[in-house]
C-alpha cells in the first residue's frame, strides 16, 4: 500500500542455524537506491545502511595555503643550504646587505622545497571517545561473531563469545560516558558544554547560514 517498498533484501540476523531477515528498511521513496548490512561487532542483528540521493547543491570544503614538510623535502632542502658557497653573503661588509641577502638564497630554497599548496580543510566527525583498545577489541568481536554463527564450535566458547560481546558494550558505554563528563567539566560554560552533548547524542546540530 502507498507504494511502500522494503529496501533490505538479505537476512539480517544469522546464526549457526538459521538465516533470518527481521529488519526491515521501508520507504515509498525512489530516492533510495542501495541497502547494505553490516556486521558491527556488538550485536546479533547486522545494521542496515541506504544510500539516498539528495538534490542539494554540493557546498565546497574551505580551500587553505599549506605547505607540507615530509622527510625527504627536509633532507633535500638541508643539502642545498649546505651545498650552497654564501659568497653573496661572506663578502659584503655591511651586515644588513648580508642579512638580506642570507635571506633570498634561504628564501629561494624555502619557497622551491616547501611550496604553498591548497588543502581542503575536512570535518573531523570522528568519534574521540573511541580508543585504540575498543577498536581492537570490536574487530575481535566481528571475528568471534563471524565464528559464533558456525555449528563447529562448542557451547562454552558460544558462551565466552557472549560474555565478551557484554564487556565490550560495557566497556564502550563507560569510554563514552567519561569522555561526554570531561568534556562538560572542561568547558567554560557548562550549561553549554551539557547541551552540546545532548544535540550531538540526538543528533539535533544546530544549523549554521552559508
Known amino acids: 500500500m502507498y507504494n511502500l ?11 549457526h542455524s538459521s538465516a533470518t531477515q527481521i529488519d526491515v528498511m521501508i520507504t515509498n521513496s525512489k530516492c533510495a537506491i542501495q541497502t547494505s ?12 545502511v541506504t544510500n539516498v540521493i539528495v538534490n542539494k547543491p554540493v557546498i565546497d570544503s574551505k580551500i587553505i595555503k599549506k605547505r607540507q614538510f615530509s ?21 659584503l661588509d655591511d651586515v644588513n646587505e648580508s642579512f638580506n ?17 591548497n ?11 573511541i580508543t585504540k583498545g575498543l577498536i581492537i577489541s570490536k574487530n575481535k568481536l566481528r571475528i568471534l561473531n563471524g565464528l559464533k554463527r558456525s555449528n563447529q564450535i562448542s557451547n562454552e566458547f558460544r558462551l565466552y563469545i557472549s560474555n565478551y560481546q557484554l564487556m565490550y558494550k560495557h566497556l564502550a558505554k563507560e569510554a563514552k560516558k567519561m ?32
Open 5 to 15: 517498498e522494503n529496501m533490505v533484501d538479505s537476512p539480517t540476523r544469522i546464526t
Open 37 to 48: 548490512n553490516y556486521d558491527l561487532g556488538y550485536s546479533d542483528h547486522f545494521a542496515q
Open 71 to 91: 622527510d625527504i623535502e627536509i633532507k633535500e632542502f638541508l643539502y642545498h643550504i649546505q651545498t650552497e658557497s654564501w659568497d653573496q653573503v661572506l663578502l
Open 101 to 117: 641577502a642570507f635571506m633570498i638564497i634561504f628564501t629561494y630554497y624555502f619557497n622551491i622545497m616547501f611550496p604553498l599548496k
Open 119 to 129: 588543502c581542503h580543510l575536512r570535518n573531523n566527525t570522528k568519534n574521540k571517545w
Open 179 to 210: 569522555y561526554n563528563e570531561a568534556f562538560i567539566l572542561s568547558s567554560n560554560n557548562k550549561t553549554k558544554g551539557i547541551w552540546q552533548v545532548i544535540n550531538k547524542e540526538t543528533g539535533n546540530f544546530p544549523h549554521k547560514n552559508l
